[in-house]
């Protein structure tokens, strides 16, 4: 079996998930490939620049494949072009709503013309979240499949054991109105701890830096399902986060962690001070968490959904 991966990047977000997908699968002696399609490093050109140089690649491209399986609205019309006998697109949140609260409500709207188009194009559209999949079957009646994130527990060996600190909290992420950064700003003079933002670092670092931290907080406007909440998880780091997409699938409340109303600095100051001062609630929440985890989202217990995915996806 041979497949190509298309995203507009492969470092965090959605593209990282696709890299590491790519990584597992080659252990299993599926080939794998990465498009490596450059573009412009300005905000409002880096995915029509994408977009563009990845069709031109594609197009004059001899290579055939069993399947071309495309990352993220944009790398569709890239995977437009590919030769391959099966089209997959996954999506993490949904498109045309992540655009208008980034953008504007205009430019939203000309992303829901493309996001029908890009939709359109896959033989299979798969997302990481139930609520993304209720979402798009609700709003366009288009069914996706159900593909959660997995979780490569043995990547945790590498990072080096340190000690927490009682008074740090932690920020992981982009620095993003839609990831909501600004709120914890806000509120940072009133956190009884210091905050440690990670936004543009080392995912080994980000994890160290996590290792040490007596909480992960999550300020999100809007989600799917954060990769580093699970990675907070596994760690046994209690997660504050605001209440957005997919994230109470993996955070019930009061149990695996805790849940705020979004764009509620009041709420999140509240629940990372009330956090702080209780340490036996953080250990209730981080040994829940790691067991829920543990038993639903590692490579052991997802593997075999991935490769009977592209397995069952040529027989049809």
């Known amino acids: 079996m041979k497949i190509l991966y298309i995203a507009p990047t492969y470092k965090g977000g959605i593209g990282g998930h696709a890299k590491r997908v790519a990584e597992k699968l080659r252990e299993n002696d599926i080939e794998v490939d990465l498009m490596d399609v450059p573009h412009i490093p300005i905000k409002k050109l880096k995915n029509p620049s994408f977009t563009l140089f990845g069709t031109l690649k594609a197009k004059f491209a001899k290579e055939k494949y069993d399947i071309v399986h495309a990352w993220n609205i944009p790398s569709a019309f890239v995977m437009k072009q590919v030769n391959a006998r099966k089209k997959v697109l996954s999506v993490h949140g949904v498109y045309s709503e992540q655009v208008s609260m980034i953008h504007s409500s205009p430019t939203g709207t000309l992303a829901k013309i493309g996001e029908k188009k890009a939709l359109a194009l896959a033989d299979v559209l798969t997302t990481d979240s139930k609520t993304v999949q209720h979402s798009y079957r609700e709003k366009l009646k288009i069914n996706f499949e159900y593909l959660p994130a997995p979780l490569d527990t043995k990547k945790f060996d590498d990072i080096p054991k340190a000690s927490q600190k009682l008074n740090q909290i932690i920020y992981i992420g982009r620095d993003s109105y839609e990831k909501g950064i600004d709120i914890l ?102 040994d829940h968490a790691y067991e829920y985890i543990i038993k639903n989202f590692t490579w052991d217990v997802l593997l075999d959904k991935y490769l009977n995915f592209y397995k069952n996806l040529l027989k049809n």
């Open 185 to 286: 700003k806000e509120i940072e003079p009133k956190i009884n701890a210091d905050v440690v933002y990670c936004t543009n670092v080392s995912w080994n670092e980000a994890m160290t830096q996590l290792c040490k931290s007596r909480m992960l907080v999550i300020p999100s406007r809007i989600e799917s399902i954060p990769q580093v909440i699970k990675e907070a998880f596994f760690l046994k780091i209690p997660v504050v986060s605001t209440e957005v997409g997919g994230v109470p699938e993996i955070i019930e409340n009061s149990k695996t962690g805790i849940l705020v109303p979004p764009n509620s600095p009041t709420k999140l100051l509240e629940a990372i001070n009330d956090l702080l001062k209780n340490q036996d609630k953080a250990n209730f929440f981080s």
